[in-house]
Nanobody
């Protein structure tokens, strides 16, 4: 059974940082893209960042320059380093995997349960 488990969320003040992790089990994603999406209350799920098996990355304009996605294929894990956090970054952050690099959620076959990130003073 394939599982993606996110961790690292929490409450942080504006301007602060958090690092999210997503550990995959049940199959290797060495040859697949892995990505992060987020969903704010009352809004649709939106793309945050994705990383291809080759290491090529792509970011949403809203996070470019502040967030960094990375992966450790040996550990089957993807990370999201989030700096200069803003209140509008608040939401549930989901890890996704199993497809080609894309900003479209339908591309990804496997999803985690999400981790809450709250940016507030």
């Amino acid at each position: 059974q394939v599982q993606l488990v996110e961790s690292g969320g929490g409450l942080v003040q504006p301007g602060g940082s958090l690092r999210l992790s997503c550990a995959a089990s049940g199959r290797t994603f060495r040859n697949d893209a892995m990505a992060w999406f987020r969903q704010a209350p009352g809004k649709e799920r939106e793309f945050v960042a994705t990383i291809a098996w080759s290491g090529v990355t792509y970011y949403a304009d809203s996070v470019k320059g502040r967030f960094t996605i990375s992966r450790d294929s040996a550990k089957n894990t993807v990370y999201l380093q989030m700096n200069s956090l803003k209140p509008e970054d608040t939401g549930v952050y989901f890890c996704a995997a199993g497809g080609d690099i894309s900003s479209h959620p339908v591309t990804y076959r496997y999803w985690g349960q999400g981790t809450q990130v709250t940016v507030s003073s």
